[in-house]
């Protein structure tokens, strides 16, 4: 004769219970920590978002511009990984950066801050402003007028200046890399600098908009002055915009939000 089965015990299901949850609760955990690491393995290597906070590079990245900075364009130096550990000196592989090219680096006087100029000067290259314009190697850059332009800083200010499309020579010594800049003025220091010499090791940045834009021509010891960039400091090259915006009202006046998405710089290449 069979024995009639009997029903499992309150503490059985308890325990049921709790280890379903336990594994539920690994299963969850396990999926976030995978999400973190291919983040950061993403970020490190391969792309690495970034927004704009200033004015510095109109006409090219406006204030609320959000990018794509590709990782691997110079290969990797401390300041490729979080944190910065100092790891390694220099950069592995070391893959020279282009002039022209529109780069994200770490301040020359705080490595904790990232700064995104042009590249304007590589090592040897002889750099110099002289009455608002661009000589490089002795020679002028040419710049195209384009007519007014009016930008908007990161204040809010309005600035009416020139826009003109600058012929940088580019660095294999064939054409020239073509892009636009903005023209404030042609009075100041930084419109009339000493003829630069680039050093091994390091390049020349500017700003855009050449006359709201701390960068490479001021070299004095004030600790807003940037000087000459050493390469290890490249964290990578700017690729595309992916997303803007304006920003022109406070963050919780929520209504204003889809007026002021700038739809037409999505997914806008950086050039």
């Known amino acids: 004769m069979s024995s009639p089965s009997q029903p499992d015990s309150p503490s059985s299901d308890k325990a049921s219970q709790t280890a379903s949850g336990l594994k539920g609760l690994l299963e969850a955990l396990r999926t976030v920590l995978t999400v973190i690491l291919v983040t950061v393995v993403l970020r490190t290597f391969l792309f690495e978002p970034f927004s ?119 660095s294999n010594g064939h054409g020239t890399v073509d892009h636009q800049i903005l023209k404030l003025t042609d009075e100041g220091m930084q419109n009339d600098t000493p003829e630069y010499v680039v050093p091994p090791g390091h390049f020349f940045a500017m700003g855009d908009n050449r006359d709201d834009s701390a960068d490479s021509r001021f070299m004095g010891d004030d600790p807003l002055d940037l000087g000459f960039v050493p390469i290890e400091n490249l964290v990578g090259r700017v690729q595309i915009v992916f997303f803007s915006v304006d920003k022109a009202h406070p963050f919780w006046e929520f209504w204003y939000w889809p007026s002021e998405i700038r739809w037409n710089r999505f997914l806008h290449p950086v050039h």
Not at 69 to 75: L, N, T
Not at 88 to 110: L, S
């Open 52 to 170: 704009i906070p200033s004015g510095s590079m109109i006409p090219t990245l406006q204030v609320g511009d959000y990018l794509w900075v590709s990782k691997y364009s110079y290969g990797y130096s401390r300041y490729s990984f979080p944190f910065s550990p100092p790891l390694f000196n220099g950069r592995i592989p070391d893959i020279a950066p282009h002039r022209g090219d529109v780069a994200v680096f770490r301040f020359t006087k705080d490595t904790s801050i990232d700064y995104v100029k042009r590249i304007i000067g590589l090592p040897g290259d002889r750099v110099q402003v002289k009455g608002g314009r661009l000589y490089l190697n002795g020679e002028l850059v040419p710049c195209k007028p384009e007519g007014e332009y009016v930008a908007i800083d990161e204040h809010r200010t309005h600035m009416r200046g020139e826009m003109c499309e600058e012929e940088l020579p580019a």
